[in-house]
Nanobody, 125 residues
Framework: QVQLVESGGGLVQAGGSLRLSCAVSGRIFSGYAMGWFRQAPGKEREFVAGVSRTYYTTDYADFVKGRFTISRDNAKNTVYMQMNSLKPEDTAVYYC??????????????????WGQGTQVTVSS
């Protein structure tokens, strides 16, 4: 069974940066496409970024393009998301997710099989 553990969240001022990490254990990490989602209070969970299994194709939601960068290190079984130029509207719980079934890269949460517990990101104005 795959386990995902996020870290790196916290409180930061607007314009600041954070780097989220997601450590994956239990299966062959390279067999999973990985995604980051977020959920703000009173809102639905939304796709933020994703990275494919082997070819390192990436995909970003429009609201983070140019500010966030997703990457993966298959040797360390870890996926990262560098978040720069943070805005108060980026405040949310950020979740890491793993997808072993979908060809390519999915944006829908239903496509992802396993989820981490989430890490809180708070951006103050």
């Amino acid at each position: 069974q795959v386990q995902l553990v996020e870290s790196g969240g916290g409180l930061v001022q607007a314009g600041g940066s954070l780097r989220l990490s997601c450590a994956v254990s239990g299966r062959i990490f390279s067999g999973y496409a990985m995604g980051w989602f977020r959920q703000a209070p009173g809102k639905e969970r939304e796709f933020v970024a994703g990275v494919s299994r082997t070819y390192y194709t990436t995909d970003y939601a429009d609201f983070v393009k140019g500010r966030f960068t997703i990457s993966r290190d298959n040797a360390k079984n870890t996926v990262y998301m560098q978040m720069n130029s943070l805005k108060p509207e980026d405040t949310a719980v950020y979740y890491c997710a793993a997808d072993r079934r979908t060809p390519g890269l999915a944006r829908t949460s239903e496509s992802y099989d396993c989820w981490g517990q989430g890490t809180q990101v708070t951006v103050s104005s």
